[in-house]
């Protein structure tokens, strides 16, 4: 009797129903189909529109809880996949723990995962003290109004073919079968944004002109000429901070104008400032786009401006804070010695604004502060911010350990030198203090 009493419970649990699948969200399009080998031990939907269904399942002696959630595109600026993983990364910060939060990897998956033909898969560890307790995944991916994510915690943490397991799951289990997105822009999509925001007025005819990497709505005349400029300054940037080349990413949109005044109309309804404001910008870098007017190709506003854009919608790095911002474009803007003859000079004389300070302007650009001289410090300012750049890739101190840098402070909120000290403190071993002295010992030499 007692081996039959003790036999029972398994028994039931093997003849226990297991919900089959697979689950259809028509409104989102989107179908999940889970492996036999994955057992579904409980499915129900969720108590929010955010969060429309959950599972809990188990693999193996691993316990799987996933869910599906979802979150409008419109109001949090999604454009692609990775504007939605970067949403749960900027979530995860809000936490007072975890403000240079950063996932432990992220790629993208070719595949039917939404209206782009890719999706971005992340992960990262949840830990009680310095033991790992479990595992997060996050499968990311657009429908055509909404982004969504299918989130995984895996307990305990998986080893490696649990991981190899779940990550395969991930690949081939969740499937889009709505209309995909033409990632080149059609012609009424084109014209509906330019429509959207565009001038009351133009000097010449709209003109559209498409590329490897951008979308470029003008009316000059130079229209070609000034995208072949833009490839051209795709690629040094992407020499000097690599990123992926990611098949199927949306062209990056840029307004050039034929004239000023044309520009100046544009940005100040766009931004919603004053005209008088505008005209102290020759282009500027904002959301997914850049916005200039046709000077001359080679003006080096082009490739500063173009760099904020790569950084916003490739590299996914908009935070640290003005001074890392206009520190990376202006690297791009600038040559060595232009960068070297204000850098010797404030490393050995004092004349730079200490790092703890500097860190926590909110603009470079409108910091009206003068120096003892009387002169307005912005322009030293931007200086200052790329030779710290410069003293990061290419220093004996910095250089091997600047890509681990770039991407930690880059995320992280901006003007938060305490979250920037963290990071320096983690990635090079030394303090705020000890960083800026290794920046004056690299430029006084």
Not at 76 to 104: C, L, T, Y
Not at 130 to 136: A, D, G, K, N, P
Not at 365 to 391: C, M, R, V, W
Request: charged content about 25%.
């Amino acid at each position: 009797m007692l081996s039959i009493f003790l036999a029972s419970p398994i028994f039931l649990l093997a003849q226990a129903p297991q919900a089959v699948g697979p689950w259809e969200f028509d409104q989102h399009s989107l179908r999940v189909t889970i492996p036999k080998t994955i057992l579904v031990t409980k499915d129900a939907a969720g108590r929010t529109e955010q969060n429309p269904h959950n599972w809990k399942t188990t693999l193996g002696d691993f316990q799987l809880d996933l869910g599906l959630w979802i979150i409008p595109r419109q109001k949090w600026g999604i454009h692609d996949p990775f504007d939605v993983s970067a949403n749960v990364a900027f979530n995860r910060r809000q936490e007072m723990d975890q403000k240079s939060f950063k996932f432990e990897e992220e790629y993208p998956v070719e595949g039917p995962f939404g209206t782009m033909p890719y999706g971005v898969i992340s992960s990262w560890g949840e830990f009680d003290g310095t033991e790992r307790i479990s595992t997060q995944f996050v499968l990311s991916g657009l429908t055509p109004a909404r982004g969504y994510t299918f989130r995984l915690n895996c307990t305990p943490a998986p080893d490696k073919k649990t991981r190899k397991a779940i990550e395969k799951f991930l690949k081939t289990g969740i499937a889009f079968y709505g209309e995909a997105e033409d990632v080149e822009w059609g012609e009424e999509e084109a014209l509906a944004r330019w429509e959207r925001d565009r001038p009351l007025e133009l000097a010449g005819e709209l003109k559209i002109v498409r590329t490897k990497h951008y979308i470029i709505f003008t009316d000059s005349s130079s229209g070609k000429l000034f995208a072949k400029k833009m490839e051209e300054c795709y690629s040094e940037i992407q020499e000097t901070y690599p990123f992926p080349e990611v098949k199927g990413r949306k062209l990056m949109p840029v307004f050039l104008f034929r004239t000023r005044e044309e520009y100046i109309d544009y940005y100040a309804k766009i931004a919603g400032i004053s005209k008088e404001r505008a005209r102290n910008s020759k282009g500027h870098a904002w959301r997914d786009y850049y916005a200039t007017y046709y000077d001359s190709p080679v003006d080096p506003v082009h490739i500063h401006e173009a760099t904020h854009q790569i950084f916003s919608n490739r590299l996914r790095l908009g935070g640290g804070g003005s001074w890392f911002q206009e520190g990376v474009a202006q690297l791009m803007s600038t040559s060595k010695n232009e960068r070297k003859g204000f850098a010797r000079n404030a490393a050995r004389n004092g004349g730079f604004t200490p790092f703890r300070e500097f860190f926590v302007i909110p603009s470079l650009l409108q910091d009206d502060t003068k120096s003892a001289t009387g002169e307005k410090k912005s322009g030293n300012h931007y200086a200052q911010a790329a030779s710290i750049i410069d003293f990061a890739r290419n220093s004996k101190f910095g250089k091997k350990k600047f890509p681990q840098f770039m991407d930690a402070i880059g995320v992280i909120r901006r003007g938060d030198v305490e979250a920037a000290e963290a990071v320096i403190r983690r990635v090079y071993g030394v303090d705020l203090a000890g960083f800026e002295a290794e920046w004056v010992k690299y430029w006084r030499k």
